[in-house]
């Protein structure tokens, strides 16, 4: 499974109108290892015309990758990723924690696709951040 996380120079997710890197991690034999990175240009749109390109543009960018982690995407940057067929998690944490203690839930969240799209909360995280947001297709 691969996962494309907005982080900052901290290795904490950050929001996507942050400056920072979205990094692209798989899973291999029970470790996560990152196959790229990226500058998230997403931050510097100014309109949200601008926005969406720079979106779109990342998506091109993550490949067959579905699932982006971030503390916050909102507004037009959501709806776009959400067009395009992402899950996406809203967490606030450090990036390995978030990596290390969710790998189950993340196989569950693509394996178990069903049905039209929406957003659920889940609380049960208290462990990892502070909130957290899934969208399940």
């Known amino acids: 499974m691969k996962i494309a996380v907005v982080k900052n ?45 720079a979106v779109v543009d990342t998506i091109k960018q993550l490949d067959d990758v579905k699932v982006v982690v971030a503390s916050e995407i909102p507004g037009i940057a959501s709806g776009t990723f959400q067009a395009a067929g992402f899950d996406i998690i809203l967490v606030e944490n450090s990036v390995l924690g978030i990596l290390q203690s969710k790998k189950k839930l993340l196989r569950q969240l693509r394996s178990g696709r ?12 208290n462990l990892v951040q502070k909130k957290v947001i899934f969208r399940l297709i």
């Open 9 to 53: 120079d901290n290795q904490q997710t950050s929001s996507i109108f942050e400056p920072g890197l979205i990094a692209i991690y798989e899973e291999d034999g029970g470790e996560w290892k990152v196959l790229n990175r990226f500058e998230n240009k997403v931050c510097n749109a100014k309109s949200m015309a601008a926005v969406r390109m």
């Open 114 to 125: 069903k049905g039209p799209a929406s957003l659920t909360s889940w609380n049960f995280w």
